[in-house]
């Protein structure tokens, strides 16, 4: 913050227990009024501070994917003709406490497509609600004709589908109508959801393998060590029991949505709108989300709170 003048710090800068810290969506800046400062109230240095600042909450792949999103604001502002609803430098930087005093504080940046919610204690951080989006799925004409920021995503989930027998897509596949989109929306708090599809352990050795790789792509966009600790775990904890649940058309020109679930954890997956050309993906952490983990363990270990 020490790049900002007084105004701008004020305006970026919230306590940690506003309400704002758990309200969170993934709507354009226009349609969803969000706090802190936007890109475009920086000057040049100061968005490439905010955007060092980022990169180093996210791993290479992940600053990629986020990049890659803001940018397709262009694509659509070229579309449909509307720069100021469509523009990359809508996108909101929020702290809340103090990073320099604090022993636990937060922060988040969001616009449309992106709603990433950073809560730090200490040496340990969560990274939950994470959700990127993209619009257009695929790019379908213009320079960046065939691009797809979200490809993995999509790919493994289909690679997966398609190595099902008969019996295990009757249970994977839960209903023949997709979702209009992620069923937790932008909640502030998720419990688990039908255990809906096929478990892990009914999977084969290979399709097991698929859906590591699918929940790795999740994972990837977070500090590496980060993400194989947090699969380790998962393999330890959750994995026999995940479920893997899939609703609507399993060709992939035609509306679809997948979710995996396992007892700490939630992905959801929807590509419905736009004729099956605009991709959502989220990752909650039932105990997790916001740091509320984070959180528990700080006040039974604060010696301030204790007494």
Do not use: C
């Not at 100061?46 to 694509?75: H, W």
């Not at 990433?116 to 989006?133: E, V």
């Not at 994995?239 to 899939?246: Q, R, T």
Request: proline content about 4%; cysteine-free.
């Amino acid at each position: 913050m020490e790049a900002l003048n007084v105004e701008q710090r004020e305006k970026i800068n919230l306590p940690f227990d506003d309400l704002n810290r758990e309200t969170w969506h993934f709507l354009p800046a226009v349609s969803f009024a969000r706090e802190g400062i936007a890109l475009f109230e920086l000057n040049e240095e100061q968005r490439l501070l905010a955007f060092k600042f980022l990169k180093n909450y996210l791993s290479e792949t992940g600053y990629i994917k986020a990049k890659s999103i803001i940018s397709l604001e262009n694509v659509l502002a070229e579309i449909s003709g509307d720069p100021v609803y469509r523009d990359p430098l809508k996108y909101y930087i929020t702290i809340y406490g103090n990073p320099n005093k604090d022993n636990i504080w937060g922060w988040s940046f969001e616009g449309h497509h992106i709603s990433l919610n950073f809560t730090i204690s200490k040496d340990k951080t969560s990274f939950s609600p994470r959700f990127l989006g993209s619009n257009p799925a695929t790019v379908k004409k213009g320079k960046r004709k065939g691009e797809r920021v979200l490809n993995k995503e999509e790919d493994l989930a289909f690679e997966l589908i398609y190595s099902m027998n008969d019996q295990q897509l009757k249970q994977t596949v839960f209903q023949t109508m997709p979702f209009k989109q992620i069923e937790t929306v932008n909640k502030s708090k998720v419990e688990p959801l039908s255990p809906l599809g096929i478990k892990a352990k009914l999977l084969d050795k290979n399709q097991q393998s698929i859906l590591v790789k699918l929940i790795e792509e999740y994972l990837a966009t977070i500090p590496e060590n980060l993400a194989k600790e947090r699969m380790r775990a998962i393999k330890i904890v959750d994995f026999d029991d995940i479920h893997f649940g899939w609703a609507g058309s399993t060709n992939i020109s035609k509306g679809h949505y997948y979710r995996i679930q396992g007892d700490t954890f939630l992905i959801e997956f929807d590509n419905t709108q736009n004729n099956a050309n605009h991709v959502h993906t989220v990752w909650r952490d039932f105990k997790g989300d916001f740091g509320r983990d984070l959180i528990k363990e700080h006040y039974e270990n604060s010696e301030h709170h204790k007494n």
